[in-house]
T-cell receptor, first 114, second 111 residues
Framework: GAVVSQHPSRVICKSGTSVKIECRSL??????MFWYRQFPKKSLMLMAT?????????EQGVEKDKFLINHASLTLSTLTVTSAHPEDSSFYIC??????????FGSGTRLTVV | KQEVTQIPAALSVPEGENLVLNCSFT??????LQWFRQDPGKGLTSLLL?????REQTSGRLNASLDKSSGRSTLYIAASQPGDSATYLC??????????FGTGTSLTVIP
């Protein structure tokens, strides 16, 4: 089956620094990738949708300058949290869509900003 | 906007018991509904996918039903085991690519 690798699984960073999270589809080409955020005891909220080679589409209320998304190839999308603050601490999950396997979710990244 | 609700929020049962998790959604114009399992600090594992034209899907001890007209789905777990302890999420997908997730049911199966 399809596998989506998300890295790192955990990251702790200082307030004001930037953090990059990678999402890779290991054995299929992902035409579209999605980034979700999950607050404690809350559901997943879609942040943005990215298509390879084009700008990401952000959901209402998500700051595109703070959450930079790059989808440079059909197997890699990155989410960069810029100038991170403690309120950005959360669990981030990516999902990749391929025509054969449909939607596959990554294992998530726990971001803690101190 | 689609809203997905899961009841109960938390459930604790003794091992061996059969149980039902509920999911309701406000807009019946869905493409499909999917049940996921999430272990603490982990990503999502897909359990069952029901297309909008289907009424139910089964996989092992799991059975999911869908009543699209009433906006409801249930996940039935037979003969629960401690390894079933996790958070269960339902998600509906509309004609586009977006999933709308419920808030989850945290299940604890007591040995």
């Amino acid at each position: 089956g399809a596998v989506v690798s998300q890295h790192p699984s955990r990251v702790i960073c200082k307030s004001g620094t930037s953090v990059k999270i990678e999402c890779r589809s290991l054995d299929f080409q992902a035409t579209t990738m999605f980034w979700y955020r999950q607050f404690p005891k809350k559901s997943l909220m879609l942040m943005a949708t990215s298509n390879e080679g084009s700008k990401a589409t952000y959901e209402q209320g998500v700051e595109k300058d703070k959450f930079l998304i790059n989808h440079a190839s059909l197997t890699l999308s990155t989410l960069t949290v810029t100038s991170a603050h403690p309120e950005d601490s959360s669990f981030y999950i990516c999902s990749a869509y391929g025509t054969v396997y449909g939607y596959t979710f990554g294992s998530g990244t726990r971001l803690t900003v101190v | 906007k689609q809203e997905v609700t899961q009841i109960p929020a938390a459930l604790s049962v003794p091992e061996g018991e059969n149980l039902v998790l509920n999911c309701s959604f406000t807009d019946s114009a869905i493409y499909n509904l999917q049940w996921f399992r999430q272990d603490p600090g982990k990503g999502l594992t897909s359990l069952l996918l029901i297309q909008s034209s289907q009424r139910e899907q089964t996989s092992g001890r799991l059975n999911a039903s869908l009543d699209k007209s009433s906006g409801r789905s249930t996940l039935y777990i037979a003969a629960s085991q401690p390894g079933d302890s996790a958070t269960y999420l339902c998600a509906v997908r509309e004609a586009g690519n977006q999933f709308y997730f419920g808030t989850g049911t945290s299940l604890t199966v007591i040995p």
